[in-house]
């Protein structure tokens, strides 16, 4: 049974390896070099994770030593960030370690977070995804629905809370 607990502080570098997963492209691609991590573009959704406003879960498993995986949100304001739609919309990233993909635990991590950010106040939530990635299936039963094309194709999707 997956247990979800908030996002912390100390979960710094496993977000930096959640984020990584995040940035997904199409079959055959393999996963992006990670030095992708260090520009500010991306760097933007995880750097100094804990600060105002952030708001994350993360997805644990009894007996595992790791988390399968996260999802988080952040307000990333003056029009920065793929999915940037207002200073006050958080933009969304999710991601499973690859063994844990394809079991439901992603939904249940998304419906936590959105959760989270509903009792914060939070009236809107924004994220990006490839045309190509399932994902937008899970996207779409959480409650997000394509509003726009982004640079490079990619959709930007939005939640109404």
Known sequence: MLSIRPLLTTDQNRLWDWLHVALWDPPPAPLRPREVLELPGVRLY????????????VGELPGETEPVGACWMRLVPDR????????DVPQLGIALLPAHQHRG???SLM????????E??????????HPENPAIRLYTRCGFSQRDIRARGYWLMVADL
């Not at 995880?46 to 708001?55: M, P, Q, V």
């Not at 920065?80 to 200073?87: I, K, N, R, T």
């Not at 419906?111 to 509903?118: E, K």
């Open 105 to 107: 635990y992603g939904q």
């Open 120 to 129: 914060q106040g939070i009236r809107q939530v924004a994220l990006t995804v």
């Open 46 to 57: 995880a750097e100094g994770w804990g600060r105002a406003g952030d708001i994350g879960v």
């Open 111 to 118: 419906l936590a977070a959105l959760q989270s950010a509903r």
């Open 80 to 87: 920065q960030g793929l999915a940037y739609v207002a200073d």
